[in-house]
Structure formats: C-alpha cells, structure tokens
C-alpha cells in the first residue's frame, strides 16, 4: 500500500469509529431515559467495575475505554439534569453562586473526590475540570480532597452548570472556601 491508500484506510476506520461511538451514545441515552424512569443512579460501581475487566491493559486502547466510559455517564447526568423536575441542585447558596459566576470571576472550592477508583476519582476529576473554560490558578490534592482556584474564561453554554451538576452527584463534599483556605 502506498501513502495514499494507507490514508484511505485510516479515514475508514476513523468513519466506522466515529458511528460507532455515536451509536454507543444513543444507548447511553436510551439506558439514562430507563435510569430516569425507574429512579435509578447514573453512577453503577460494579458494572463500571466490571467492564474495567474486560477494557484492554494495552495502552492507548484502555484510556479510550475508560475515556468513552466517563463521556458516557457524563452523558447520562446531562441527559437527567435536563429532564429532572425535582432537581435541586441549585438552590443552596453553593449552586447559586456557581450560577451567578461570570467570565473573569475567581472560584475557589476544595472537593472530596474517591480515591479507590470509583466515581469522580482525581484523574476523572482533573479531566472535568480540563473541560471548562477556565484558568486554573492554583490546584491542592491531599487526603481524598482536592481545592482548587480557577478563574472562569467564559460560560460556555452552561458548562458551569454541568460541572456543578457532576460534582453534586458524584464527589462525596463540596464547598466554596474563601482564598486563604487554600
């Protein structure tokens, strides 16, 4: 094969990669809709752990499962929010003031996060916040706890609201601190 066709071939398998990846997420859709129906979490520790055994130990494969993985239940929770009635996420001084951030605002909140590997571990988490559009000034991790100082770039269309829709359901604390508690 020569450079060309090599190419080809690539932009196939990218093609059929893509629509399967699509497909995955219409029934992470459809399997959020059943959750939200039945009044089921989004976040299932032994089915997450047990397709961790089957993911591939060969890198980069296994951080593309796990990737899609955590798109996936993101997926989910965005799918709830929107459609969640009874959502009160926001009505505690904290979601208030994370709504009321604008573009330019200094945040600074410390966030219990697991540290055996389930839910919203560190690495899920720092990969979350690489997600919004912030600057992130200054990042503390010690003892299941992270704090952190971001300065918010922009809304984003409601990515604040996402973020604190993630933590709310999958960090065990979260809390606004003043800037010297970091």
């Known amino acids: 094969m020569d450079l060309n ?19 995955r997420f219409a029934l992470t859709e459809m ?17 997450e752990a047990k397709m961790q055994e089957d993911f591939s130990s060969e890198e980069p494969m296994g951080y593309i499962q796990r990737e899609i993985v ?19 996420t926001f009505t505690d001084g904290i979601g208030r ?16 996060y697991a540290e055996d590997g389930s839910a ?17 000034e200054r990042l503390d991790a010690a003892g299941g706890r992270l704090s952190v100082k971001l300065t918010l770039l922009e809304d984003g269309d409601g990515v604040i ?16 601190i003043q800037e010297e508690e970091l």
């Open 5 to 23: 066709e090599i190419r080809e071939a690539i932009d196939l398998v990218d093609r059929l990669l893509n629509g399967n990846i699509n497909d």
């Open 31 to 47: 399997v959020a809709d059943c959750k939200l129906k039945t009044g089921d979490e989004v976040y299932k520790p032994d089915r």
């Open 70 to 88: 955590l798109q996936s239940r993101r997926k989910q929770y965005a799918y709830f929010r929107d459609r969640d009635a009874e959502d009160r």
């Open 97 to 112: 003031r994370l709504l009321a951030s604008e573009e330019g605002d200094s945040l600074c909140f410390r966030i219990g």
């Open 120 to 136: 919203l571990n560190f690495a899920s988490l720092l990969r979350v916040l690489s997600d919004m559009p912030c600057r992130i």
């Open 161 to 176: 609201r996402e973020f604190a829709y993630l933590l709310y359901k999958e960090c065990s604390s979260f809390e606004i």
